[in-house]
């Protein structure tokens, strides 16, 4: 079996939890080289894989595919520099800060014939592989409304964090392009947004929560309409997602546990092993409720939803098989351009104070 020689750039919260581990898992990547500009970390955690100490040096390496887990401004130059060295790319989220740019390094990867991955890895949360399995199969009727949160009790800025930091800093980037790309990945292209975009804190530099209405056209006159939100003030978080339709609701509190895992040090296994990853617990199961008889709305059944397993092993898995050309890629750089779009109409919308529609040239 062949396997993709790889280099993770950056060894801080996204290297060293959400990109590193999962390469290691995946047989068909080999994780050879990883970028850390000071310390041995890496090192430690991976003594197979050369540690560097420039981005330059990974470039001039014989690795095939290059993953940019390194802080919001760097993502646009770093990805540009890999994908003109004839790399192919996975970029963190979000992937540009700028429509213009996205769809730059778009165009880049189309002329050097390399792919472009944007590290949408929230498609791959167990939460939100239950929702969709619940839109398909119908379980609330014809779906109104879904409410999608990603709350945090954060009340006091992380002193010299990047997050906190004006360029490619703010909830909005962080947070933004994962509620959003779910959104555009359950239901396509929204019709107008309208946005509420906010500094909570009572200090911090950046907008930190916001508020983004998308209504989704679905045909004879109907919406579907998709609050997205997050905020650093939930000392008590609400659900993390809320879905009506015309045949029942669906209500899941709790983030998917992948990350809290990782952090707290198991890792996830070789995907060629049997070993499990990662149920989540019954008690932080959702739960729908639906009406035995849609003419007797009071006569309720309510059901706990087992959590589909989620599993970030499979956005990496398919980006090996789509380098491999035995798959399509599930995330394409248009996906990130989509998102790019997004949050810049989310921008207008705030800076006018309307709601903007969401033109469908290019989409």
Request: glycine content about 10%.
């Amino acid at each position: 079996m062949r396997r993709i020689r790889t280099g993770v750039v950056g060894y801080g919260l996204a290297g060293r939890v959400f990109h590193a581990p999962f390469v290691s898992a995946v047989p068909s990547l080999e994780l050879t080289a990883i970028v850390q500009r000071t310390g041995e970390t890496a090192k430690q955690a991976y003594p197979h894989a050369a540690q560097l100490r420039s981005f330059e040096e990974l470039l001039a390496s014989d690795v095939e595919l290059v993953v940019i887990g390194t802080p919001n401004p760097t993502h646009y130059p770093f990805t540009k520099q890999a994908l003109l060295a004839g790399k192919h790319v996975v970029c963190d989220k979000p992937m540009t800060t700028t429509l213009a740019q996205a769809e730059e390094l778009e165009k880049i990867a189309r002329e050097k014939g390399v792919l472009l991955f944007p590290f949408h890895n929230r498609r791959w949360d167990g939460d939100f592989q239950t929702l969709r399995k619940l839109l398909q199969e119908g379980k609330v009727g014809r779906a109104v409304t879904l409410e999608s949160r990603f709350d945090r009790y954060r009340p006091d800025p992380k002193p010299g964090a990047w997050r906190e930091e004006e360029e490619g800093g703010g909830q909005l980037y962080d947070i933004g392009p994962h509620l959003i790309d779910q959104a555009l990945t359950l239901f396509g292209h929204p019709s107008t947004i309208t946005a509420n975009i906010r500094h909570d804190r009572n200090v911090g530099k950046v907008p930190d929560a916001f508020d983004l209405i998308l209504v989704f056209p679905t045909g004879r006159d109907r919406t579907m309409t998709v609050r997205l939100g997050t905020t650093v003030l939930a000392a008590e978080g609400g659900p993390r997602y809320r879905l009506n339709g015309t045949g029942g609701s669906y209500v899941k509190y709790g983030l998917d546990p992948q990350e809290p895992t990782i952090l707290a040090g198991m890792l996830p296994p070789s995907l060629d092993s049997s070993s499990p990853w990662l149920a989540e617990a019954e008690d932080r199961w959702g739960t729908l409720t639906t009406a035995t008889d849609t003419t007797k709305p009071t006569e309720l059944v309510t059901e706990k939803v087992p959590t589909i397993p989620g599993d970030y092993r499979g956005f990496y898995q398919n980006v090996a098989d789509s380098i491999l050309g035995t798959a399509e890629p599930a995330v394409t750089a248009r996906c990130a351009i989509r998102v790019a779009r997004m949050i810049e109409l989310a921008m207008e919308s705030q800076r006018t104070g309307t709601t903007v529609r969401v033109d469908s040239t290019g989409w």
